[in-house]
């Protein structure tokens, strides 16, 4: 973004539209999609946009940024340790086991409870 930004700049001005710094600043703050408009509120709020070098601002959105992608690439990696649970199935051909077949199906709806539970 800030490379589009600096050629459309350098472009202006070839053309002899000179935009003050402080102008800069506010236009990029500006074009910032919604997801960023905490970090530009913070940095309206903390910092003089009138002397604010454009780079230092690049620096703090870049940083905020790559802030921003370390814990997204955290919670993913939490996603990914969560554990799957299998359970193994056969099927028992014996009239025999009638008391093990209840048994079972009490476990398998008491299991199925818990899994409701936790979602």
């Not at 309206?44 to 601002?57: C, Q, T």
């Not at 009638?98 to 409701?116: G, M, P, Q, S």
Request: aromatic share 6%; glycine share 0%.
């Amino acid at each position: 973004m800030f490379s589009r930004f600096t050629n459309i700049i350098n472009a202006l001005q070839a053309l002899d539209k000179i935009y003050s710094n402080s102008e800069m600043v506010r236009k990029t703050l500006r074009c910032l999609p919604r997801s960023w408009m905490l970090k530009v509120t913070a940095i309206e709020e903390a910092k003089n946009l009138s002397v604010l070098p454009l780079k230092d601002l690049l620096g703090s959105l870049m940083t905020h940024e790559l802030s921003m992608q370390k814990k997204d690439d955290d919670e993913e990696k939490e996603k990914k340790k969560k554990k799957i649970v299998a359970l193994k199935s056969s099927l028992i051909e014996d009239s025999e086991d009638d008391d093990d077949d209840e048994e079972l199906a009490l476990i398998t709806r008491k299991f199925k409870k818990f899994l409701a539970s936790k979602k």
